[in-house]
């Protein structure tokens, strides 16, 4: 289809190049041959009078007309694919739809792993694709690269549509032989032990409790970087350091390994995890109802 002189199907080649910064990847994406992929360059640089993109050591860097074009590209692919999921009927026993979803493993262990299981008693065929934390979460959403964001709202934007699933708070783990706690963890002895701590994505961006720490004020000596909640109690057990947790998972691991959940010895806010989605999906029966059982399992935690 043409608009304008412009073949359509032209702007989804521009998009995976705009996403890839390679040729060959973009054309792998598409299922196209890289030389497919090369004409369909040649025709967009020639409707646009510009080369688009330089080759340079760091691959494809697209000129100043490519980054104008890189938004409403995207913004145009988005609208078209939200109009065609609104149209299509659903029914949860037959859609064969993959939602992809970023989350951390926390939120997967303590809520997305049994509203998973509804889904699949209703909807079998449905497949997700579950992706971690990204530097800039916002960007997943905006681009659609996810169907849904499942964090902390302090780490979300309010540009996107978001609703609340579950509040939680922060506890100490320690393994039960630690040598230095009794019966209750000081605030000297929890600054003075080395600690285990979640960090994510590309830049070690600080987990949940490392940013309301370092809103009050509170800096600890790091001896273990992970990225995973799930691995901190791992790294305890045998040692006198100490973890930091959201309270729902540490009482899910105390139940299978020798350590001790202990409140903190200084008071931090509750947080409230949410799920965010970008408006195009609204009146996308299916993410709609994926979203009903996700907010329903949080209902039954709470």
Known sequence: MRFQGLDLNLLVALDELLTER???????????????????????????????????ARGMVPTPVAESLAGPTRDALLQIKAMLAKRDAFDPSTSRRCFRVALSD?????????????????????????VPFDDKPDELIRRGEVDFLIF???????????????EDRLVAVIWEGNSIVGESLTFPQYMSMGHVASQFGRSH??????????????????EVAVQSFAMVPHLL??????????????????KTMPVRVMDLPMPLPSFTEVIQWSPVHNGDLAAEWVRSIILDEAERMN
């Open 237 to 254: 057990v045998g040692t006198n350091r100490v973890g930091t947790m959201c309270k729902r998972l540490a009482d899910e691991v105390a």
């Open 22 to 56: 390679n040729l060959t990847a973009a054309a792998n994406k598409l299922n196209l041959s890289q030389p497919a992929m090369s004409a369909a360059l040649a025709r967009l640089r020639s409707y646009f009078g510009d080369d688009l993109f330089r080759i340079q």
């Open 106 to 130: 926390y939120a997967m262990l303590v809520l997305f792993s049994s509203a998973m299981a509804q889904i699949a008693s209703a909807a079998p065929n449905i497949t997700f694709d579950l």
């Open 205 to 222: 961006k600080p987990s949940i409790e490392d940013w309301l720490m370092l809103e009050h004020g509170v800096k600890r000596r790091v």
């Open 152 to 166: 902390p709202n302090i780490f979300l934007s309010e540009a996107f549509p978001q609703a609340r699933l579950f």
